[in-house]
């Protein structure tokens, strides 16, 4: 029989930009802020805990900690707060070390990689929505050349905007995990293809059909050709904030 008391202390916190304070919206789930916690009550050689995500707004709450000393680190789309190159030598480490016990807060000050803002306001016409975006970076190339080359493998295609993403979803959560896959649209770009178009309107529509009579979320997304955690694959959007629609 397991005797130990079960996990009841508390973290939580926010991934703003460092630029603004405006926070970092994101997806909630695997695509979005990945939060790590390592305990280094233990020693050195100790195991990260299950990694959890911050929610769409960039804010994050685990409830179920134990109480100890911790490592905290997220990863998402944004400068890599933890950096070493090919040989394991560190060369940034902003990751942030503290003690949990009771509720503990804490706050991450990030570059993101883009910003992306509606223009305007959505129109509906025939059942699709029709919306216009401004898509720029967070970082410049020169910073983000200067942060990531160290790291080794360098590629000036890291800087380039793969795609532009319009989700859209009955609920007000809207994002990759959470879109209706009918109505949700994307344009994709190959090579530098879209650098013409950073800082310009750009207009993006959803597919299909929606019903008359109803209320719907649209969200805006845009992502880089650079995978955080260097060599995870998986490469994170940057959203704005969620816009809602009535469909006449």
């Keep these: 029989m397991d005797n130990y008391e079960a996990p009841s202390e508390t973290i939580k916190g926010e991934v703003v930009d460092a630029e603004t304070g405006a926070p970092i919206l994101t997806d909630q789930g695997s695509e979005g802020i990945r939060v790590r916690l390592t305990e280094l009550s233990w020693g050195d050689n100790v195991q990260h805990n299950p990694d959890f995500y911050c929610m769409p707004d960039g804010k994050f709450q685990n409830t179920k900690v134990f109480k100890g000393t911790y490592n905290v680190r997220v990863d998402g789309p944004f400068i890599p707060l933890v950096r070493e190159d090919d040989r394991g ?15 503990t807060e804490m706050k991450f000050e990030v570059e993101p990689f883009l910003n992306i803002e509606w223009v305007g306001e959505p129109t ?27 790291m080794g493998g360098y590629s000036d295609s890291f800087l380039n905007v793969t795609d532009i993403q319009l989700f859209v979803s009955y609920s007000s959560s809207v994002g990759y995990r959470a879109r ?48 955080t955690p260097r060599g995870s694959g998986v490469r994170r959007w940057n959203y704005n904030e969620a816009a809602q629609v009535m469909v006449p």
Aim: charged residues 30%; aromatic residues 6%.
């Design 89 to 103: 030598v560190p060369l940034a480490d902003n990751s942030q070390t503290t003690e949990i016990d009771g509720t």
């Design 180 to 227: 209706d896959t009918r109505w949700s649209s994307a344009m994709e770009f190959s090579g530098s293809g879209f650098e013409s178009m950073l800082g310009e309107e750009v207009e993006i529509e959803s597919t299909g059909t929606i019903p008359s009579g109803r209320v719907v979320f649209i969200r805006a997304a845009a992502r880089i050709n650079y995978d």
């Design 124 to 150: 509906v016409v025939n059942g699709k929505i029709r919306a216009k975006v401004r898509v720029t970076r967070g970082v410049s190339e020169d910073e983000f050349r200067s942060k990531i080359e160290p």
